[in-house]
């Protein structure tokens, strides 16, 4: 399994949301595309189909916080300390030093978080399905319909196990109160032992989303139906909630 394809499943088992790739790609609620292997690409809006969605905008910030159990390690290296056995950061650094000790591991921080959703789903479904019936509307043509932004994050998907990397400050800091999503740091790998894909404290990022799209029933009325990304067993792809078979991606 590649790596997007791990983090996807890894993010959507673990909270519920489909996950942005990559993760620094911009989104918005309304947007109207398609998901191809679990990469959401954006074809309309829809207030371009003539369909104007109501917003709830957050207002209560958020942070999301979510490292993979017992996989990885995170230390705060501050400055005039003694540096973890295998660091190059120097006693005068300010940092952080992470151990994977699993190929697959995920460090997700997300800061200063909002979460936007359409509230009017009841009169755009029925917009929608006048259009899929009059043939203005791809079956496949998915809305993002509530959407998770975040003002600062940092992501981190190992792929290698026994894996270290140290991030080194630009700056030293003066505070015991430092955040891997902490932009003012300007975190930077000064070593890794491994690989990985990183987003080092990126600003105004959209990380995570949910869709719906059409569910056309063998018998029945079709409908909108939430398609949310879930992890099958002993199986390496990802599946649609409620999806006929050849809607997996």
Known sequence: MNIHQFYLKHIAKQTGYRATWEPNRPLFVGAVGKLEEGVFTIFSNLEKEGIIPEVMEDESEGFWDYTSNESVSIGIKLAGQVPVAGSVLTEADTGFTLDFKSQDAV????DKTLTHQIVNMGAIEKEII?????????????????????????????????????????????????????????????????????????????????????????????????????LLPDDNTLEVQEFEEEELF
């Open 130 to 230: 006048k259009k899929y019936r009059d043939d203005a509307w791809p079956k496949d043509w998915l809305v993002i319909t509530q959407l998770v932004e975040a003002e600062s994050a940092t992501i981190i998907i190992s792929n290698s196990s026994n894996n270290q990397i140290d991030l080194k400050a630009a700056a030293n800091v003066g505070t015991t109160n430092l955040k891997l999503t902490d932009a003012s740091l300007g975190l930077h790998v000064v070593r890794e032992r491994g690989s990985s894909f990183k987003i080092l404290a990126k600003n105004g990022i959209t990380p995570l989303y949910r869709v719906m799209g059409i569910r056309h029933p063998l018998f029945g009325k079709p409908h909108l139906s939430t398609k949310e990304a879930m």
């Open 107 to 110: 460090v997700f921080q997300a």
